[in-house]
């Protein structure tokens, strides 16, 4: 099983990116999918996850209202829509698949798969 993240990059402060996320080698159209994001010199965070069914988790506090989490069961993907980016949302942006499919969590541990990321940043 392979997670490929795409779409991250260089954008000025209040621009826009969609990250993609496909899984490969396995069919998670049941399995809750997340993202998560790693800055300089910071822990690990939680962003958003979604259920198969699109029941989401977000991580208000970090992102409010201005990132949205979305899948496409067809294509074993999910989305990261994110809008008014920061310079603090400068990050390696992760996303991650759990075998079970209650697991919609925003605790890392509760996933068993991972990209290796793809690299956001912001310049203010």
């Known amino acids: 099983v392979q997670l490929v993240e795409s779409g991250g990059g260089l954008v000025q402060a209040g621009g826009s990116l969609r990250l993609s996320c496909t899984a490969f080698g396995g069919a998670f159209s049941r399995n809750p999918m997340g993202w998560f994001r790693q800055g300089p010199g910071k822990e690990r965070e939680f962003l958003a996850t979604i259920s198969w069914s699109g029941g989401k988790i977000t991580n208000v506090d970090a992102v409010k209202d201005r990132f949205s989490i979305s899948r496409d069961n067809t294509d074993n993907t999910v989305y990261l829509q994110m809008n008014s980016l920061k310079p603090e949302d400068t990050a390696v942006y992760y996303c991650?698949?759990?075998?079970?499919?209650?697991?919609?969590?925003?605790?890392?541990?509760?996933?068993?798969?991972w990209g290796r990321g793809t690299q956001v940043t912001v310049s203010s």
């Open positions: 991650a698949a759990a075998r079970d499919y209650t697991a919609v969590s925003p605790r890392a541990e509760d996933y068993d798969y």
